[in-house]
Structures are given as structure tokens and as C-alpha cells.
């Protein structure tokens, strides 16, 4: 009879198809078992939302691409089935029973439950049971078997880095259009007043002697009439100056460097000229402006030092208004330098790491999300892998009401100490010299009440955070659900599947095991 494999899809890829790909497990044709909310086959998974969905979409692609490469012919896609994930548990657990009815008439079934959400393993573990229980199969025609995680990622925590790596970046769009505004619109805003103290430095140097400018970098010389005053001798002085500057630019001879020369026309000059040059909040500073303005002072200082005119006083102080001007503009282009130097060095540092994450999170929308290689039955209780700690609360939980987490790890201490009590017993009836490490902690416990009141009330204390640990998976995995109170703290119960879960377990095989084992652990831990 022809042997079916039922492949139910969640978020998993390598879970699903490793054992076919190796050859463990065997079967003449494959279905997969898919959420009715998924898109239909043939939706191209990059168009799918970032997230959750994308990954679904990947998943379900490559697990049918590979079920059809390993199961029957290559040619051929595999069958598909679909239930209700997210629906009510009775709905699903009546369509799960209905397809394992339907699919074991025509031979034997397995069933990987990898990739099953919690609430659908359990369907397929209860609908498994019931048609055994009523004679419809045997329980060796249909197998179930899940491969535990060795490496589980946190899909919430992809989703919290998915909209970190988007913030990222905005912020870096958002730090190059700063970038190219404040070089640019900004600076030429922040300079305005060192243009128009140049400006007003023009006028003035051209009322102390006695010119007007022609509005151009290089000014034309005038030459004007003297009046007989100080200020006309002056002014006759810089013209015959002016007369001879002429002369050299006439003869073809390079233009006297300001650093060469007194004349305050070429300062004034260099100044446009630096300005032009320098302009740019964010760019480095080449040339030192401070210079020619010194150069410039002097230079008037000794032309006009000896004259107390108005145009005279009017030139220095228009001088004063232009350093003041330039002092603040050069601070706030170092100050605003020095802020963004280290915000470039540290997005710099966030841009390798935006494209780094950025391969990752496409690397998991193709990948799958959980990995692990060893096939595990599930003919046991476990409808998933339980850590020893997970399945005592979910027994500590199932044998009282609701309760706290605090009332509920108080309860998880009382158990483990009455299992040390229970060890100590037995252990107290044999001989002293054949007791462990272990069965001698006991046997203190059993006898001393306050040593075992001290230990239960250690063990509250130290399993707090591995406590938190646990109740968190147990929620991920839809084991434990919280019951909202008016007043008090809101109560942890059992859900569905973790109902399901104690009712299929073995109770003195749990303790035994799980319970026994993490009493072991957290005595080891106490000794170190």
C-alpha cells in the first residue's frame, strides 16, 4: 500500500524536508498541510509583507519545491490540504481527524509536526488518539514525529530588527539630506551676515578714502580730486598706490598676493574669496581667515591710524562688526564640525551594520526560521520538545486553579521539596554508606523540617528567572494562557494544548523524569 507523508507548514523549512533529504524518512507521495489564511500557491513570496508573511510565503515555497524533488515523481507538485490554524480548537481538531481518516484509508501515514503551531499538533495528537481508540486504525498507520529545535530564533525580536533596520535607514537618508543642506541652503544662510559685514567694510573703506566701489572683486581705480584736508591728502596718497597696481597689471605682471601687500582692497578680496571657497558648515576649514584679517587691521592702522574723522571712525568700527561676525560664523562651523564628525563616524559604523542585518533578515526569509536534525516519535505524551522545567509548571498548573506566577513558582518549590522528601524516605531506609551526594541532601531534607523549609524557600528565590524563562516559552508555544483579573495579579492557566498535553502525560513517568531531573539540577546548583 502506498505510504503517504503529511508535511504541515508553519514557518519551518529545514525541520521539514532534512529527514527526506536524507533518506530517513520514506514515502510514495507527499501533502502538505497549510493554514486556510495562506496565499495560494504561486504567490511570489518577495511580494508578500515583510515579516511573518514573507517568511510563511518562503517557507511554503521551498518546502512544496523540495517535497516534489525528494517524494514521487520530480515532476509533480505535491498534493495540499488545509485546515484552520488560528480557528477554534473543536473545528480544528474535526478537520484534522477527518483528513487523517481520509489519508490513512489509503495506507500508511506520517505525520511531521515540526513545523506545527502548538494548537495544530495537539489536533493531529487528539484526532491520532480518537481513531485508534475507536478501531478505526492502528496506532502503527498513522506516525507522528516532530525534530526538536536546536536553534530557535525569536520571530518577534526579527520583527523588532526587520523596523530597526528601516529606522536605520531613514535616519541615514535623513543625515545625508542634512549633509547636502547644511553645505549648501544653511551655510549660505549662517554666512549672510559675514557678507553683508563685508559689504558694510567695503562701503566704509571706500568713504576713508574718499572712492566708490565698482562692485567687482577687483575694484577699479579713481582717482580723486584732493579737497586739501588730511582725509584728500590721504586719499591721494592711496590713489597714486592705486595708480601704480595699475601699471603692474597693465605690464602683464601677476597680481600682487595679499600676503605681499598692504593694500586693503586686496584683502578685502581675499576675503570674498575665501568665502567663496570655504563655504560649507560641514566641510573643513583649509585656509586660516584670521590672518588677512589681522593684515587688513594693520594695514589700516597705518594708513588711517592718524586720523580721527568720522569715515575713519566709522571704517574700525565697521571693521569690529566684520570680526564679529566672522569669529561667530567660524565657531558655529567648528562646533557643528565636531558634532557631526562623530555622528558620521558613528553612522558609518550603523551603515555596515544596516547591510550586515539586512542580509540576514533576507537570509531568514529564505531560510526558515528554526533548525535541528533528529527525528523524534511522538508515541509518548509530548506533543513538542518540553524542557524538564517547562513541563513541571505545566504539572504544577494542571493540578491546581489558576494561580500567579508568584503563588505558582512558590507551588513549584513545595513540589520539588516534596519530591526531595520522598527521595530522602527512601533513601533513609538503607545503609548510610550507600547514599549518594544527592540521596544524602535528601535524607536532611526528610528529617529536618527546618532545613527543608529553608531549601523550598532557596529554591522560590533561585528559579525566579529561569521560572520567567520558562512561563514566557510556554506561552510562545501556546501551552499557558493569562487569565485577566479585576483585582489581584493576573492568573497563568493552562490553554488548550497544554490541557491536552497533561491529560496524555503519564504522571508518575513525569515525575520520575522531568520532575526528578530538575530536582537533580537545582540541587547540583546549590552544592556549586
Request: with cysteine; glycine share 6%; charged share 30%.
Amino acid at each position: 500500500m502506498p505510504t503517504t507523508h503529511l508535511a504541515v507548514l508553519g514557518l519551518e523549512i529545514q525541520r521539514v524536508v532534512t529527514p527526506l533529504e536524507d533518506g530517513r524518512v520514506t514515502a510514495d507521495r507527499a501533502c502538505v498541510v497549510r493554514d486556510v489564511a495562506d496565499p495560494e500557491l504561486g504567490h511570489d513570496p518577495a511580494a508578500s509583507t515583510p515579516g511573518r508573511p514573507r517568511v510563511h510565503a518562503h517557507a511554503a515555497q521551498q518546502v512544496i519545491d523540495a517535497l516534489s524533488t525528494h517524494v514521487g515523481a520530480s515532476d509533480e507538485h505535491p498534493d495540499e490540504a488545509r485546515l484552520p490554524f488560528n480557528g477554534s480548537f473543536a473545528d480544528l481538531y474535526a478537520e484534522t481527524t477527518a483528513l487523517l481518516r481520509e489519508t490513512a484509508a489509503d495506507g500508511p501515514v506520517t505525520v511531521n509536526l515540526a513545523a506545527a503551531p502548538p494548537q495544530v499538533g495537539a489536533a493531529f495528537y487528539a484526532a491520532r488518539t480518537a481513531l485508534v481508540e475507536q478501531g478505526v486504525v492502528s496506532r502503527d498507520d498513522i506516525s507522528l514525529w516532530t525534530i526538536p529545535a536546536t536553534e530557535h530564533r525569536d520571530l518577534a525580536a526579527i520583527d523588532v530588527l526587520r523596523t530597526l533596520v528601516t529606522n536605520a535607514e531613514d535616519a541615514l537618508d535623513t543625515l545625508s539630506s542634512f549633509e547636502t543642506t547644511a553645505n549648501g541652503p544653511v551655510a549660505e544662510a549662517v554666512a549672510e551676515p559675514v557678507r553683508i559685514a563685508l559689504d558694510d567694510l567695503q562701503l566704509a573703506l571706500d568713504e576713508a578714502t574718499g572712492t566708490s566701489s565698482s562692485g567687482t572683486r577687483r575694484r577699479s581705480v579713481r582717482r580723486q580730486s584732493s579737497n586739501g584736508s588730511a582725509l584728500g591728502s590721504m586719499s591721494s596718497y592711496l590713489d597714486r598706490a592705486r595708480d601704480q597696481l595699475s601699471t603692474l597689471v597693465e605690464a602683464d605682471e601677476p597680481t600682487p598676493d595679499p600676503e605681499n601687500t598692504r593694500d586693503p582692497y586686496a584683502l578685502l578680496d581675499a576675503f570674498d574669496d575665501w568665502l567663496e571657497a570655504e563655504l560649507g558648515l560641514l566641510s573643513q576649514v583649509e585656509e586660516e581667515p584670521t590672518e588677512l584679517v589681522e593684515r587688513f587691521r594693520e594695514s589700516c592702522e597705518a594708513r588711517f591710524g592718524k586720523f580721527e574723522d568720522d569715515a575713519t571712525v566709522s571704517l574700525f568700527a565697521s571693521l569690529d562688526r566684520f570680526e564679529a561676525h566672522l569669529e561667530s560664523y567660524l565657531q558655529a562651523r567648528e562646533q557643528l564640525g565636531a558634532a557631526h564628525e562623530s555622528v558620521a563616524s558613528a553612522t558609518t559604523t550603523l551603515a555596515s551594520g544596516v547591510e550586515e542585518a539586512t542580509d540576514r533578515l533576507t537570509a531568514l526569509d529564505s531560510d526558515g526560521a528554526t533548525v535541528g536534525t533528529t527525528v523524534q516519535p511522538l508515541d509518548a505524551h509530548s506533543l513538542a520538545p518540553l524542557s524538564d522545567l517547562e513541563a513541571t509548571v505545566l504539572h504544577v498548573l494542571s493540578t491546581s486553579p489558576p494561580r500567579s506566577r508568584q503563588r505558582t513558582r512558590r507551588a513549584l518549590a513545595a513540589l520539588l521539596r516534596e519530591r526531595a522528601e520522598h527521595h530522602g524516605i527512601v533513601a533513609g531506609a538503607r545503609d548510610e554508606d550507600e547514599r549518594s551526594a544527592f540521596e544524602a541532601f535528601c535524607v536532611t531534607i526528610a528529617r529536618d523540617s527546618d532545613a527543608g523549609d529553608e531549601f523550598e524557600t532557596r529554591l522560590a528565590d533561585d528559579l525566579r528567572a529561569r521560572f520567567d524563562v520558562a512561563v514566557e516559552g510556554l506561552f510562545a508555544h501556546g501551552f499557558v494562557q493569562t487569565r485577566e483579573r479585576e483585582t489581584g495579579r493576573d492568573a497563568l492557566e493552562l490553554a488548550p494544548a497544554g490541557h491536552l498535553w497533561t491529560e496524555t502525560s503519564d504522571e508518575e513517568l513525569l515525575r520520575e523524569t522531568a520532575i526528578d531531573d530538575l530536582l537533580r539540577d537545582c540541587v547540583e546548583r546549590a552544592d556549586d
